[in-house]
Nanobody, 126 residues
Framework: VQLQASGGGLVQAGGSLRLSCTAS????????MGWFRQVPGKEREFVAA?????????YYADSVKGRFTISRDNAKNTGYLEMNSLKPEDTAVYYC???????????????????WGQGTQVTVSS
C-alpha cells in the first residue's frame, strides 16, 4: 500500500488549503482514513477521520472542528482534507493514514493506523 499526500504549502493566516491523499493498492471506500499532523519535538496529533463506506461519518479534533473538512472521492480513490481559516498553530507536517483492515472503525490514536503517507508541509504565516 502506498499513500501519497499532497497539497501543502505556505499560506497566510485566514487562508485555505486542500490536502489530497491518493492510495495505490487499496480501494479507499472500504477503509477508514485519518489525517494527523506533527511538529518537530511533539507527538503526532490527530486531526480528522472518516469512516469507511459511501456515507463516511466524520470525526474531528476540537482544535479544527468547524474549520477543517475531511472527505473522500470514491471515484478518484482519493481522500481530502479541506482546511479553512488557517491559523499559525496549524503549521505542521500533515499525514494521511489507513488502518490495516477494511471495514473497521478508527479513531484518534495513531496506533490504529497501519499505513502512512509521506507527509506534506503546511505553513501558516501570521
Amino acid at each position: 500500500v502506498q499513500l501519497q499526500a499532497s497539497g501543502g504549502g505556505l499560506v497566510q493566516a485566514g487562508g485555505s488549503l486542500r490536502l489530497s491523499c491518493t492510495a495505490s493498492g487499496r480501494t479507499l471506500t472500504n477503509y477508514a482514513m485519518g489525517w494527523f499532523r506533527q511538529v518537530p519535538g511533539k507527538e503526532r496529533e490527530f486531526v480528522a477521520a472518516i469512516s469507511w463506506g459511501g456515507g463516511g461519518s466524520t470525526y474531528y479534533a476540537d482544535s479544527v472542528k468547524g474549520r477543517f473538512t475531511i472527505s473522500r472521492d470514491n471515484a478518484k480513490n482519493t481522500g481530502y482534507l479541506e482546511m479553512n481559516s488557517l491559523k499559525p498553530e496549524d503549521t505542521a507536517v500533515y499525514y494521511c493514514a489507513l488502518p490495516s483492515r477494511r471495514w473497521v472503525t478508527t479513531g484518534p490514536h495513531p496506533g490504529e493506523y497501519e499505513y502512512w503517507g509521506q507527509g506534506t508541509q503546511v505553513t501558516v504565516s501570521s
